[in-house]
């Protein structure tokens, strides 16, 4: 099975649960393990947390004040990106984990964590950052989609 999505979403902190809805949705429909689901829709979350905080330069076209979100479930594997129009890193080095005290600064560590594969990268062309991250999908014996 094969789903793909994409979302423009605004920079603004209700669109988060938006995004990760979208996907427990996506996953539980195709029958993806919910320990699965759920470290991917936190790591969807964090990715999105920091768009709506960082991904912007606050211009009057309108286009900075909005982030994409994509997925892709193929086979064996989903993928995520988050991609906006802020400063982005200049450097992957420049990312380093917060103290375990800290408030903030700690997503972008978490989400190395929940996915198995992570790349931190300047968006081509007009500037931002594109958070991608993939993980092995895990299947429920009885997906809903078979049942429907």
Not at 39 to 46: G, H, P, T
Request: hydrophobic share 35%; proline share 4%; with cysteine.
């Amino acid at each position: 099975m094969s789903i793909w999505w994409s979302l423009h979403l605004r920079r603004e902190a209700a669109s988060v649960p938006l995004a990760r809805r979208l996907l427990i949705g996506t996953m539980e429909t195709a029958g993806v393990d919910p320990d699965v689901s759920y470290d991917l829709s936190v790591a969807l979350s964090e990715a999105c947390a920091n768009a709506v905080e960082h991904g912007g330069y606050g211009s009057r076209d309108g286009r900075s004040e909005a982030y994409r979100v994509t997925a892709y479930l193929d086979g064996e594997k989903c993928r995520i990106e988050v991609a906006d129009s802020g400063p982005g890193f200049t450097r992957t080095q420049d990312i380093r984990p917060a103290r375990t005290d800290a408030e903030h600064g700690r997503g972008l560590c978490l989400i190395r964590e929940l996915a198995d594969h992570v790349h931190i990268g300047a968006k081509p062309g007009r500037g931002g950052t594109v958070v991608s991250f993939d993980k092995m999908l895990k299947w429920k014996k009885d997906p809903s989609l078979l049942t429907a």
